[in-house]
Nanobody, 125 residues
Framework: QVQLVESGGGSRQAGGSLRLSCAGS????????MAWFRQVPGKERERVAVYNRYGGTWYADSVKGRFTLSQDYTKKTLYLQMESLKLEDTAMYYC???????????????????RGQGTQVTVSS
């Protein structure tokens, strides 16, 4: 069983930065696909970034070059460093994990076995 707890959300002006954290638990941490999703009301939850179990990463085009993933295995924590924030980055951000061996992990939130409760990011002008 894996529990995921997101933190680090908050309010920033456009151009600012934030670092989100996803603290995990369980003995097999590090052997999962880890992903960040985000959702705004009325829209589908979209995949933002993925860190697969082989150390590979993937980013949505909308955040590529601005967001960076990193992992601290001793703390069992996945980080999402968000730079040059834009108004359209405003959303609830969710962390997800799955033992999938697929390098691309999963595209859909529903396919991840373990899911967090989210942390809100608000970007203002």
């Amino acid at each position: 069983q894996v529990q995921l707890v997101e933190s680090g959300g908050g309010s920033r002006q456009a151009g600012g930065s934030l670092r989100l954290s996803c603290a995990g638990s369980g003995d097999n941490y590090g052997r999962y696909c880890m992903a960040w999703f985000r959702q705004v009301p009325g829209k589908e939850r979209e995949r933002v970034a993925v860190y697969n179990r082989y150390g590979g990463t993937w980013y949505a085009d909308s955040v590529k070059g601005r967001f960076t993933l990193s992992q601290d295995y001793t703390k069992k924590t996945l980080y999402l460093q968000m730079e040059s924030l834009k108004l359209e980055d405003t959303a609830m951000y969710y962390c997800a994990a799955d033992p999938s061996r697929n390098q691309a992990c999963y595209e859909s939130w529903r396919e991840y076995t373990y899911r967090g409760q989210g942390t809100q990011v608000t970007v203002s002008s």
